[in-house]
């Protein structure tokens, strides 16, 4: 059973957006710390953002000021705005749900590409 789905990733041009979304289910979402991170190929998995249970958000340097998470407690949901893209920005995105001592999920992965 995966607890974690993602959606919304595609094709985009450079300098277009999109939006992901992550559905959670069989978890008691809102004591977790959601995630969005990245692989693109031949690289390392990559944390993209955090946002915690308390709605603390952390962002990557390579992001800040573009990207924005975002979460739903009573949906279950948490979101990825992605704006001004680039190239560098294509990879598999992946969502995470994480509290320490209790569970650690990962989804399976939205493509995002990210060219003209």
């Known amino acids: 059973q995966v607890p974690l789905v993602e959606s919304g990733g595609g094709l985009v041009q450079p300098g277009g957006s999109l939006r992901l979304s992550c559905a959670a289910s069989?978890?008691?979402?809102?004591?977790?710390?959601m995630g969005w991170y990245r692989q693109a190929p031949g690289k390392q998995r990559e944390l993209v953002a955090t946002?915690?249970?308390?709605?603390?958000?952390g962002y990557a340097d390579s992001v800040k000021g573009r990207f924005t998470i975002s979460r739903d407690n009573a949906k279950k949901m948490v979101y990825l705005q992605m704006n001004t893209l680039k190239p560098e920005d294509s990879a598999v995105y992946y969502c995470?749900?994480?509290?320490?001592?209790?569970?650690?999920?990962w989804g399976e992965g939205t493509q995002v590409t990210v060219s003209s």
């Open positions: 995470r749900a994480n509290r320490p001592g209790f569970g650690d999920y």
């Open positions: 069989g978890i008691i979402f809102g004591l977790y710390t």
């Open positions: 946002i915690t249970n308390s709605a603390s958000t």
